[in-house]
């Protein structure tokens, strides 16, 4: 029985190159919950012992915790990476369609809507225009990114670009 949810819009499906990935089966409006990510958090000390393939299926709920999908197979966890997205993070466990989603269509998030560690840098294989090529945990910090993506980050990562604003904000560190 799977751990998380996933609509019944959508199903697991050949991406080509890139494996696996889930597919739109009927149109899916902009604002529905596509998937809820489910399994067991674990702190970082025990996160950075885990074999890669536990690493890389995975989502940064914290600084130190991370969502571990299940061993078994997860559809839920087969959501790919696109550096153009039609799907955006709620809360932090949340997956939600930007946009209306096509019948056929893949649906994919960035990943720098999520994790800011380096746990999962990757060549992207995304295809799309404006690609970045090298994915990486840093990837939030990118202004581009925060204003394409502002109301998509999870909850974790909307904190960093919180702090990260207030840090470099001369107005705000002189309390005015």
């Given at each position: 029985?799977?751990?998380?949810?996933?609509?019944?819009?959508?199903?697991?499906?050949?991406?080509?190159?890139?494996?696996?990935?889930?597919?739109?089966?009927?149109?899916?409006?902009?604002?529905?919950?596509?998937?809820?990510?489910?399994?067991?958090?674990?702190?970082?000390?025990?996160?950075?012992?885990?074999?890669?393939?536990?690493?890389?299926?995975?989502?940064?709920?914290?600084?130190?915790?991370?969502?571990?999908?299940?061993?078994?197979?997860?559809?839920?966890?087969?959501f790919n990476?696109?550096?153009?997205?039609?799907?955006?993070?709620?809360?932090?466990?949340?997956?939600?369609?930007?946009?209306?989603?096509?019948?056929?269509?893949?649906?994919?998030?960035?990943?720098?809507?999520?994790?800011?560690?380096?746990?999962?840098?990757?060549?992207?294989?995304?295809?799309?225009?404006?690609?970045?090529?090298?994915?990486?945990?840093?990837?939030?910090?990118?202004?581009?990114?925060?204003?394409?993506?502002?109301?998509?980050?999870?909850?974790?990562?909307?904190?960093?670009?919180?702090?990260?604003?207030?840090?470099?904000?001369?107005?705000?560190?002189?309390g005015i």
């Amino acid at each position: 029985m799977p751990i998380s949810f996933i609509t019944s819009s959508a199903k697991v499906n050949s991406a080509g190159r890139k494996g696996r990935g889930i597919f739109a089966t009927s149109v899916i409006p902009a604002g529905t919950t596509v998937a809820a990510f489910g399994g067991s958090i674990t702190h970082r000390d025990e996160f950075s012992l885990l074999p890669e393939y536990r690493r890389t299926h995975s989502l940064q709920i914290d600084e130190d915790l991370f969502l571990l999908c299940p061993d078994e197979d997860e559809p839920a966890d087969l959501f790919n990476h696109s550096c153009t997205p039609n799907c955006g993070i709620g809360g932090n466990i949340l997956l939600v369609a930007m946009r209306d989603i096509q019948k056929g269509e893949e649906l994919s998030f960035d990943y720098a809507m999520s994790d800011a560690d380096d746990y999962d840098e990757f060549i992207c294989e995304c295809g799309e225009i404006g690609c970045r090529g090298l994915i990486t945990g840093a990837d939030w910090r990118r202004p581009e990114l925060q204003s394409a993506y502002e109301g998509w980050f999870s909850n974790y990562i909307s904190s960093k670009i919180r702090q990260d604003s207030a840090a470099f904000d001369p107005v705000s560190e002189q309390g005015i």
